[in-house]
Every structure is written in structure tokens, then in C-alpha cells.
Antibody, heavy 119, light 109 residues
Framework: EVQLVESGGGLVQPGGSLRLSCESS????????MNWVRQAPGKGLEWVSY????????YYAESVRGRFTISRDNAKNSLSLQMNSLRDEDTAVYYC????????????WGQGTLVTVSS | QSALTQPPSASGSPGQSVTISCTGT?????????VSWYQQHPGKAPKLIIY???ERPSGVPDRFSGSKSGNTASLTVSGLQAEDEADYYC?????????FGGGTKLTVL
């Protein structure tokens, strides 16, 4: 079965750090642009970060710029998101999503990992 | 940059058509033909249903169609079915930035 699997979520105190990972089975990530997208409880989708297929370009949403770092390891077919200086408003389900190569759309999504920032 | 603007809700009876709008600016929706639409059922990951304004991925029924005029993109669902009840999100590239709409909850009456 083709799937993306996120891991690394959990409960963290404000100001703390967490590292999310995304791995795939049956799906090549190497060379594909990738995204992290989050969804706060009961809220809509929010794009977080984008990385080019060979890490040649990286974008961040203004809300996380300077605190989050996206990276990838094509040899391991994996994607990561290092999250530092976490805030209450970062509480959300974080999805990794593969760019389809067509107009910045995402054709494959993981099931998400929940990050809760709370004291 | 602000999120794209969608109506919070929309509804229609089975068999009817409904259109959901997505309004951006000349820096995103109006500038690029990189508008996508996603369907999300409760507790599930989003599913791509439209890319590049009006293109449908393989397997998506042709009841779903997309269009754009100026700074506003639209998703039309024709021949509404019960399983179309879900949240719908638009998305646009905005030059080193990617924006989502706030989402529209579609209710099939």
C-alpha cells in the first residue's frame, strides 16, 4: 500500500522543541517537492513549509519562519521538520504531503501526527 | 500574507449543483494558474480533487470542476451525492508562499 507516515508528534511545553519525520512506503519521495501542512483542532488547513526535490529551494510560512526548519534525506526517502521555540498556536495535526509536480498541488498525504504545545 | 477567502458553508440537495468560491488577490489566485482544491472528510487527510485551476486527477469524478476569473477561483460540484458532504479547501501558489482558504463545509441536504 502506498502511504506516507508521519511520526514524532506529542506533548511539549511552550518554548520547547520537537522533530517530526515523514517516511514513505511504496512511494518515491526522492526528487519530488514536499510540503508540511498543519491543521489546528477544529480549524482549517495551513501551509507550513515547502522543500524542493533536491533541497534547492525552501519556503516557510511567515508564522513559522525562523523557528522551524524543513529538511530531507533522499537516500532514506524521508522528510523532517525541526520545530523550535514552540508556541501554543503551533498545536495542530501536522501532515506531510508530496507535491504532484503540477501547480504546487499535493497528491499524496500522510494521516498526520498531533503536536500539542501546552504547559 | 492573508489566507484565501471562502464561504464558511454551502449546501444543496442530492442531484443539484453547488459552487464554492475562493477569493484571493492579484498576487496569488489572479497571478498564477496554480489553484488546487481539496476535499476532507472528518478525521481524514485531505484529498486532491482539482489542480491547476480546472484539471482533475485520475479517479476524481467529472462531477467536480474548477474555474477561475480574475482573483476568484471556483469549485462546482454537480449532481450532488451524499458522499460529497465534506470540507473543501482551495489553495494557491503565491510566489515563495502557498496559501489555503479557510475552508467551506458542504452539506448535502
Amino acid at each position: 500500500e502506498v502511504q506516507l507516515v508521519e511520526s514524532g508528534g506529542g506533548l511539549v511545553q511552550p518554548g520547547g522543541s520537537l522533530r517530526l519525520s515523514c517516511e514513505s512506503s511504496g512511494l518515491t519521495l526522492s526528487g519530488y517537492n514536499m510540503n508540511w501542512v498543519r491543521q489546528a483542532p477544529g480549524k482549517g488547513l495551513e501551509w507550513v513549509s515547502y522543500i524542493g526535490g533536491w533541497s534547492e529551494v525552501i519556503y516557510y510560512a511567515e508564522s513559522v519562519r525562523g523557528r522551524f526548519t524543513i529538511s530531507r534525506d533522499n537516500a532514506k526517502n524521508s522528510l523532517s521538520l525541526q520545530m523550535n521555540s514552540l508556541r501554543d498556536e503551533d498545536t495542530a495535526v501536522y501532515y506531510c504531503a508530496r507535491d504532484s509536480g503540477r501547480g504546487y498541488s499535493c497528491d499524496y498525504w500522510g494521516q498526520g501526527t498531533l503536536v500539542t504545545v501546552s504547559s | 500574507q492573508s489566507a484565501l477567502t471562502q464561504p464558511p458553508s454551502a449546501s444543496g440537495s442530492p442531484g443539484q449543483s453547488v459552487t464554492i468560491s475562493c477569493t484571493g488577490t492579484s498576487s496569488d489566485v489572479g497571478r498564477y494558474n496554480y489553484v488546487s482544491w481539496y476535499q476532507q472528510h472528518p478525521g481524514k487527510a485531505p484529498k486532491l480533487i482539482i489542480y491547476e485551476v480546472s484539471e482533475r486527477p485520475s479517479g476524481v469524478p467529472d462531477r467536480f470542476s474548477g474555474s477561475k476569473s480574475g482573483n476568484t477561483a471556483s469549485l462546482t460540484v454537480s449532481g450532488l451525492q451524499a458522499e460529497d458532504e465534506a470540507d473543501y479547501y482551495c489553495n494557491s501558489y503565491a510566489g515563495s508562499n502557498i496559501l489555503f482558504g479557510g475552508g467551506t463545509k458542504l452539506t448535502v441536504l
